[in-house]
């Protein structure tokens, strides 16, 4: 579980350029106001919302967030992703291997979405470790990588795509 959790939150802080404030714990507690919860996260299959068992036949994942550093008005963003075939990548995928290992974290929509084993949201200094980590394995200084990566690489990702700097700027509403 506590791995599965690691992976979705480097997908989706990948893919949402999320910050990690938006998923992660940075001290003690989590952030109330900013932190993914699990009625955030909505699955879909063919457009329309899937619960209990027809998860496993979602296609596509909406992420609603009320809050965060750039809307203090708390006006909201709405983003979504389809599922990736074939990738183990797929924010999709991830939820669904989530709900089958744990249906009951998914049926309390005020639970956090990362949370460990523990029962504590998974901490920033993990995500950032395993970062750390995997840079090195690939040759790259230990420093070079964070938390902080994950936004700002999913961003250049969007470049590459040929997405432009407003949309980049306005990140979720381009996905």
């Known amino acids: 579980w506590d791995d599965l959790m690691v992976a979705i939150a480097l997908v989706m802080m990948f893919f949402f350029l999320m910050r990690s404030r938006e998923a992660l714990r940075k001290g003690k507690y989590s952030d109330p106001k900013q932190c993914v919860r699990v009625h955030m996260v909505v699955l879909l299959r063919a457009g329309v919302e899937v619960t209990g068992e027809a998860v496993q036949d979602a296609d596509e994942v909406v992420l609603m967030q009320g809050y965060s550093k750039t809307d203090p008005n708390g006006q909201g963003s709405v983003v979504n992703l389809h599922a990736a075939k074939g990738s183990p ?75 432009g700097a407003e949309a980049n700027k306005k990140s979720r509403e381009a996905l």
């Open 89 to 163: 990548l797929c924010v999709v995928k991830l939820l669904k291997k989530a709900h089958r290992m744990n249906p009951g974290h998914f049926r309390a929509g005020k639970n956090f979405l990362l949370t460990m084993s523990d029962g504590k949201v998974l901490h920033r200094d993990v995500v950032s470790g395993h970062l750390k980590e995997s840079g090195v394995a690939l040759g790259a200084p230990k420093d070079s990588l964070g938390e902080i990566s994950l936004r700002s690489g999913g961003a250049s990702k969007m470049w590459n795509e040929g997405f």
